[in-house]
Structure formats: structure tokens, C-alpha cells
């Protein structure tokens, strides 16, 4: 039944984002941004070649696990993306806490853009590329370890956005520093993960588990010489931070007092 409600709010942002006329203008403007992010990584390895045996396509490949469920997420959760702005600071929230609904439901639809979508598409359009390039068939265990990697990917972005929206609570604003998380976090990955500086790799091997959802499913499906159960570790890492996330705005949500003006 919530499932149900959530997606009927997620086709009402669609319907009413569909209303303006150059709606499609926005699709193509994030597409193009998407597209020429990684433009700077390709041209540096087309100048340079390879570093070893880390070729461009090996770093798109795990730049794209990263940033397809970083896209995902942004898309399904995107109301705790901005649910400081639109729903803490406005007082809204009481609203939303009279409603007979659960409240994770209510907060993560309240926000939807179609135009966020197209992160994940050309993501996954530079995964296949990727793997095409490096002569990795596509078998039933390679796209299982892919939908791992995207499930448990887009899991642990969510928990990102959710804690952000838990340690709200507690300073009535918008953190910016949570960027460090999240857009910054999928960055990381154009270096791949033997020359990451010690502290770093730790970093995003725990806070938050971006290594597990990208690096290793990719090395586990091209057979990069790491253990092979390491490709299995997205959905439990993921899970294990959504976790952490939901305890932290839990405790939010009981500390919560109204903001409203």
C-alpha cells in the first residue's frame, strides 16, 4: 500500500513537471553536463595512455557504477535531498506528521524531477560502453553483480540524503558539507582505489561506502585480481548504512520541534 501511494505522488510531480513547455530543455541541458563530466578523465588518458594497467575504460566503468546510483537515489529520494528547505525550515513537516502515512513514504516523494533521471541513464549507457571496450561479456553472474552493485549503490545514496535530513533536525538548515558525500564521493572514484591515499580510501570504505558499490563490483566482474566475493558487498553495505541513516533520523524525528514561522 505505501509502495503504491509513493509511486502515485512520484507520477503527480511528473504529470505537473510535464505542464511547462521546455521541460525536454532541461533533460537535454543535465544530459550534456552528465556526458562531459567525465570529459576531462578521457582526454587526460588519451594525452598520457594508461597508468599501468588502468586504463580509461576501467575508470569510467567504476565512475559509472558510482554515479548511476547516486543518480537513482537522487531521483527516488529526492525529497530528502532538499528536505531541510522544503520541509523543515517552512514548518511543513507538521503537515506531513498528521498524514496516516509513513513518513519515510511521504518525505522521500514529496520531491521528484524527471530530469534527474538522465544521470543514471547515460550512466549505465557508460557502463555498457565500458565493458563492450574491455571485451567483458555481459553473462548472468556479471549482470547480477551489476544490479547488485546498482541496488546497493542507490540504497546507501539514499541513506546519505536521510542522514542529512536526520542531523537536521538539530541545526535547522541545510549541511553543506554533506556534498562531500555525495557528489564529491562519486569524483573519488576516477582514481582508482591502489594509489587512493590511505586515509581517503578508509574514508569512502565506511563514511560512506562508495568503494564497495562501485570499485569492487567492477573488479569482481572483470576479474581484477580482488577476492570475488568482494563484487557481493554492495547490497549488504548499502543496507548496513540506510541502516545508520534511519536510526539517525529516527532520533530526529523524536527531537523534533515545530520550525515553522
Partial sequence: MEAKVYFKLLRLHLLSGMEYKGWWLMLIQVGFVVVTDPLSTVLLFSRFGSIGE???????????????????????????????????????????????????????????????????????????????????????????????????????????????????????????WIYILTNASYQVTRCPEPYMPRMLKGMFLFLPPVLPVSFYPAAAICGWGYPPWTGWLPLPAGLAFMAVSLAVWQVGVRHYQSTGS
Avoid at 575508470?59 to 559509472?64: F, Q, W
Avoid at 555498457?128 to 552493485?149: C, E, G, H, I, T
Avoid at 535530513?165 to 538539530?170: C, H, L, P, R, T
Wanted: glycine letters at 8%.
Fill in 54 to 176: 588502468w586504463s580509461v575504460e576501467r575508470i569510467i566503468l567504476i565512475y559509472a557504477l558510482a554515479v548511476s546510483s547516486f543518480g537513482l537515489a537522487e531521483s527516488l529520494c529526492r525529497g530528502f535531498d532538499s528536505f531541510p528547505w522544503s520541509l523543515l525550515r517552512s514548518g511543513d513537516f507538521d503537515r506531513v506528521l498528521l498524514r496516516p502515512r509513513s513518513l519515510f513514504m511521504q518525505v522521500a516523494a514529496s520531491r521528484f524531477h524527471l530530469h534527474r533521471l538522465m544521470r543514471p541513464v547515460t550512466g549505465i549507457c557508460a557502463i555498457l560502453w565500458a565493458l563492450a571496450r574491455m571485451d567483458v561479456p555481459l553473462s548472468l553472474r556479471n549482470a547480477a553483480l551489476l544490479l547488485s552493485a546498482l541496488a546497493g549503490g542507490t540504497i546507501m545514496y539514499c541513506g546519505v540524503f536521510v542522514l542529512t535530513s536526520g542531523v537536521a533536525f538539530f541545526t535547522i538548515k541545510g549541511l553543506d
